[in-house]
């Protein structure tokens, strides 16, 4: 893996508080150990989308702030859906990121070269 600071046309899609289908203690622990290693490795896609589920991970009370805060400030965009944020009540609780729309999401996927979804 390349230790420079490489930033790829890919975006990561999160929609679960987590990564996979477990229980919310390994599915947090699983996404941390991932974001961890973009950090580390400097790999970064050029956005990360939250939308569902998803959305909980940007918000107050989230295990994975500090890593999603360390590569927004390296330049990878996070948008978070405005309508999930509704959704579950959590508009006032978004600590990273910029709150955009569908069309936000998909603008992001139609010009990424890859699209990947966790």
Same mark, same amino acid.
């Given at each position: &893996?390349?230790?420079?600071?490489?930033?790829?046309?890919?975006?990561?899609?999160?929609? /679960?508080?987590? &990564?996979?289908?477990?229980?919310?203690?390994?599915?947090?622990?699983?996404?941390?150990?991932?974001?961890?290693?973009? /950090?580390?490795?400097?790999?970064?896609?050029?956005?990360?989308?939250?939308?569902?589920?998803?959305?909980?991970?940007?918000?107050?009370?989230?295990?994975?702030?500090?890593?999603?805060?360390?590569?927004?400030?390296?330049?990878?965009?996070?948008?978070?859906?405005?309508?999930?944020?509704?959704?579950?009540?959590?508009?006032?609780?978004?600590?990273?990121?910029?709150?955009?729309? &569908?069309?936000?999401?998909?603008?992001?996927?139609?010009?990424?070269?890859?699209?990947?979804?966790?």
């Amino acid at each position: &893996m390349t230790t420079s600071t490489e930033k790829s046309s890919t975006v990561i899609l999160l929609n /679960n508080d987590g &990564m996979g289908n477990a229980e919310p203690e390994l599915q947090h622990k699983l996404i941390t150990a991932y974001l961890t290693l973009l /950090n580390e490795y400097d790999v970064l896609p050029s956005v990360i989308c939250f939308f569902t589920q998803g959305v909980r991970l940007v918000v107050e009370g989230s295990p994975v702030l500090d890593l999603l805060s360390s590569l927004e400030k390296k330049g990878v965009w996070l948008i978070v859906c405005h309508t999930c944020l509704n959704h579950y009540g959590l508009q006032d609780k978004l600590k990273v990121g910029f709150v955009g729309g &569908m069309g936000d999401i998909l603008e992001a996927q139609w010009r990424a070269e890859k699209v990947i979804t966790l």
